[in-house]
């Protein structure tokens, strides 16, 4: 059992940056391949990025590719989306996601693939 804790988000003017943090409790951590998504407002869930438990492998969605970057702390247990360029088209609920894939080199950009979820965390972002 994995329980994803996100502290931050906030409001930023576009053109600026934000890092969101997202914190796992429980065992094996570094088994996970971890995500983030995000559901703005009136809008479907979507993928935003998602980190292999080595770090080796990431991937974007085309909208944000070039400005955010996914990252992780094994030893932290915490992953990262930093958050650069932002736009108004960025506002959205965050929220990161785990799926267990042990040492695999798996990525996964369907919600329905992650496991386990974190509550979220509004990111506003002013035009």
Same mark, same amino acid.
């Given at each position: 059992? !994995? +329980? /994803?804790?996100?502290? $931050? &988000?906030? /409001? !930023? +003017?576009? &053109?600026?940056?934000?890092?969101?943090?997202?914190?796992?409790?429980?065992?094996?951590?570094?088994?996970?391949?971890?995500?983030?998504?995000?559901?703005?407002?009136? %809008?479907?869930?979507?993928?935003?990025?998602?980190?292999?438990?080595?770090?080796?492998? @990431?991937?974007?969605? $085309?909208?944000? %590719?070039?400005?955010?970057?996914?990252?992780?702390?094994?030893? %932290?247990? @915490? !992953?990262? /989306?930093?958050?650069?360029?932002?736009?108004?088209?960025?506002?959205?609920?965050?929220?990161?996601?785990? %799926?267990?894939?042990?040492?695999?080199?798996?990525?996964?950009?369907?919600?329905?693939?992650?496991?386990?979820? &974190?509550?979220?965390?509004?990111?506003?972002?002013?035009?």
């Amino acid at each position: 059992q !994995v +329980q /994803l804790v996100e502290p $931050g &988000g906030g /409001l !930023v +003017q576009a &053109g600026g940056s934000l890092r969101l943090s997202c914190t796992a409790s429980g065992r094996s951590f570094s088994n996970y391949t971890m995500g983030w998504f995000r559901q703005p407002p009136g %809008k479907d869930r979507e993928f935003v990025a998602a980190i292999s438990w080595s770090s080796e492998s @990431t991937y974007y969605a $085309g909208s944000v %590719k070039g400005r955010f970057t996914i990252s992780r702390d094994n030893d %932290k247990n @915490t !992953v990262y /989306l930093q958050m650069n360029s932002l736009k108004h088209d960025d506002t959205a609920v965050y929220y990161c996601a785990a %799926k267990w894939t042990g040492t695999r080199e798996v990525l996964t950009t369907t919600s329905g693939g992650y496991n386990y979820w &974190g509550q979220g965390t509004q990111v506003t972002v002013s035009s």
